[in-house]
C-alpha cells in the first residue's frame, strides 16, 4: 500500500477518534492507543532495536534448571525484568503494580524454569505467556483457560516436530527483526492485540474500521512474520 | 482424526495475546487441544508476543525490586490448587480447557428443547463480555431449525458430526458464522452430536414454525 494512503487512512482513524461521540474509550487511552502508528514503521522512543541471542538465553534458563544458577538468573532478570515492567505498564498496569507483578513474572521464571521446554518456545515467548497469564489473572474478570499439554485427551501430533525443534528459539529472533520492517498499519494491528489487549473486534470498533480490514491486516502481517519463519535456509 | 475446518488466525491471535474474552478463549483453547495444525501456528503467533517484548523499550527497574527478587529465590514455593478431580463418569474426551465449565458432564446440565431434533445448554462463565457460551446438542439424524445470526458464531465440534451447506463438521472442526449465514446444521445419523457454541449477539429463527423460538435464546 502506498505510504500516503496510510497517512489518509490515519489521518481519517484519528479524526474520527477526536470527533464528538466517536470515542468510547478515555480520550487518552485512545491517543495513547494511536501515538505512534502514524509515524515510522519503528516507533523512536518505545521500541528498541532486538537483542535476542536464543542460544545465550536458553543456556541460562538451563543453568537456573539444572543448577540453580543465581548468576544466569540475575542475568535474566537484567535483560527480561525491564521489558516485562514495560509490558505491564503498556497494558495501563499502574507502574507501582507492574513493578510487583514484574517480581512475581520474573520468580516464576526461577520456579518453573526446568518446564521451560526449548523445542515449543524461545526464552522471550515463554516469559511473554507468563507475563501475559500474571496480567490476565490480575487484572481481568476473565479467566483464561489454558492448553494443557499432558491432557489425555489432546489430539497427538503426526510427527515429531523435527524442524520446529532447531528453530523454536529462532523463530523470536526472525519475527523480531520483521516486525520493524511491517508496513506501520500491520504494526499497528499487532501492537493493539498483544501490548493494548484488544482482541480484533475491540479493534475494529476502536479504529472504526470495517471488520475485513482488521481481518486482512492481520493476516497480512501474519502471513509477512509466517515467511520469516519457513523461508529457512 | 485431524480437524479439517481450522480457527482463522485473528481468532487465534485473540488467544495467544490474551485480548479474547473468557468465552473465545475457552472455544480456542478446546479446538488447541483437538487440533495439531492449529497448535503449531499458536506457537508461531505466541512467538510474536515473545518477539514484541524483546523490542519493547525497557522500562527501568528498581535496584530495591531486583534486590527483593534475588532475595527470594530460596522462599518456599507455594503450592497451586489442586484440581478438583472429575466424577468417575465424567465423560473423559473432553478436553481440559473445557472441563470446569462441564463440571458434572454433559448430561448434568439444564437442556432447553429447541424443536425437535436439538437442544442447548448455557455454561456459565464470569466475563463480562457480550461473548455467551453454550453446548448444543443434535440428537442423531436431527437438525436445528434454520437460523441466522446477529453477530459472530464460533460451533465446535465436540463429538458426532453435522452438515450443512457449508460442508460437514466433524470432531474437533470449527464453523465460524455470521450474520450472512442462514443455515440448518444436520446431524449425522449414527450418533449424537455435541457442540461448543460462543455467540455475540442472539441468534434468530428464520423458519416459518421455529420463529417461536426465538423469545427462548434472549439472554
Redesign the interface.
Same mark, same amino acid.
Given at each position: 500500500m502506498p505510504s500516503d494512503m496510510q497517512h489518509v487512512n490515519q489521518r481519517h482513524a484519528e479524526r474520527r477518534l477526536a470527533g464528538e461521540g466517536a470515542p468510547r474509550l478515555p480520550a487518552g487511552l485512545a491517543a495513547a492507543a494511536l501515538a505512534g502508528p502514524a509515524k515510522a514503521p519503528v516507533e523512536t522512543g518505545v521500541w528498541a532495536e532486538s537483542t535476542i541471542d536464543p542460544d545465550r538465553f536458553a543456556a541460562l534458563l538451563k543453568a537456573v534448571a539444572a543448577k540453580r544458577d543465581r548468576a544466569a538468573f540475575a542475568t535474566l532478570f537484567d535483560h527480561f525484568a525491564p521489558r516485562v515492567k514495560a509490558y505491564l505498564i503498556r497494558l495501563r498496569t499502574e507502574p507501582a503494580v507492574a513493578e510487583e507483578l514484574m517480581q512475581e513474572v520474573m520468580l516464576t521464571v526461577w520456579r518453573r524454569a526446568d518446564g521451560y521446554d526449548p523445542t515449543r518456545a524461545g526464552v522471550a515467548t515463554w516469559i511473554f505467556t507468563i507475563a501475559r497469564n500474571r496480567r490476565i489473572d490480575t487484572a481481568r474478570r476473565d479467566r483464561r483457560p489454558e492448553l494443557d499439554p499432558s491432557d489425555p485427551a489432546l489430539t497427538p501430533e503426526p510427527s515429531p516436530l523435527a524442524d520446529a525443534v532447531v528453530l523454536a528459539g529462532e523463530w523470536e529472533q526472525r519475527i523480531a527483526s520483521a516486525i520493524g520492517e511491517l508496513p506501520p498499519e500491520q504494526a499497528q494491528m499487532l501492537r493493539l492485540a498483544y501490548f493494548e489487549d484488544r482482541s480484533h473486534s475491540d479493534i475494529a470498533a476502536l479504529l472504526h474500521l470495517p471488520m475485513g480490514t482488521v481481518k486482512s491486516r492481520l493476516r497480512l502481517a501474519i502471513g509477512r512474520l509466517r515467511s520469516k519463519f519457513e523461508n529457512v535456509p | 482424526m485431524?480437524?479439517t475446518h481450522h480457527l482463522?488466525?485473528?481468532?487465534l491471535?485473540?488467544y495467544?495475546?490474551?485480548?479474547?474474552?473468557?468465552p473465545?478463549?475457552?472455544l480456542v483453547?478446546?479446538h488447541?487441544?483437538?487440533?495439531?495444525d492449529c497448535?503449531?501456528s499458536? $506457537? $508461531?503467533?505466541?512467538?510474536?508476543?515473545?518477539?514484541?517484548?524483546?523490542?519493547?523499550?525497557?522500562?527501568?527497574?528498581?535496584a530495591a525490586? $531486583?534486590e527483593?527478587?534475588?532475595a527470594?529465590?530460596d522462599d518456599p514455593?507455594p503450592i497451586p490448587a489442586a484440581m478438583p478431580t472429575p466424577p468417575a463418569n465424567f465423560p473423559?474426551?473432553?478436553? $481440559?480447557?473445557?472441563r470446569?465449565y462441564v463440571p458434572n458432564g454433559l448430561a448434568a446440565l439444564s437442556w432447553q428443547r429447541l424443536g425437535r431434533g436439538a437442544a442447548i445448554a448455557w455454561l456459565r462463565?464470569?466475563?463480562?463480555?457480550p461473548y455467551k457460551m453454550l453446548m448444543l446438542r443434535i440428537a442423531a439424524g436431527g437438525s436445528v431449525p434454520r437460523h441466522t445470526h446477529r453477530g459472530?458464531e464460533l460451533v465446535l465440534v465436540l463429538q458426532g458430526a453435522y452438515v450443512d451447506h457449508l460442508g460437514r463438521f466433524g470432531p474437533?472442526d470449527v464453523a465460524i458464522a455470521d450474520d450472512s449465514i442462514d443455515h440448518r446444521p444436520i446431524a449425522d445419523k449414527g450418533e449424537d452430536c455435541f457442540c461448543l457454541a460462543v455467540v455475540?449477539a442472539p441468534i434468530r429463527f428464520t423458519g416459518v414454525f421455529s420463529r417461536l423460538l426465538n423469545p427462548l435464546l434472549r439472554r
Open positions: - | 485431524k480437524p482463522s488466525d485473528e481468532w491471535i485473540d495467544a495475546a490474551g485480548a479474547a474474552p473468557e473465545v478463549s475457552v483453547a478446546t488447541l487441544a483437538l487440533c495439531p497448535r503449531a499458536y $506457537r $508461531r503467533l505466541e512467538a510474536i508476543g515473545g518477539a514484541l517484548l524483546e523490542v519493547a523499550s525497557p522500562v527501568a527497574v528498581g525490586a $531486583r527483593s527478587v534475588l527470594r529465590l514455593v473423559s474426551q473432553l478436553p $481440559r480447557p473445557l470446569d462463565c464470569a466475563s463480562t463480555t459472530n474437533g455475540d
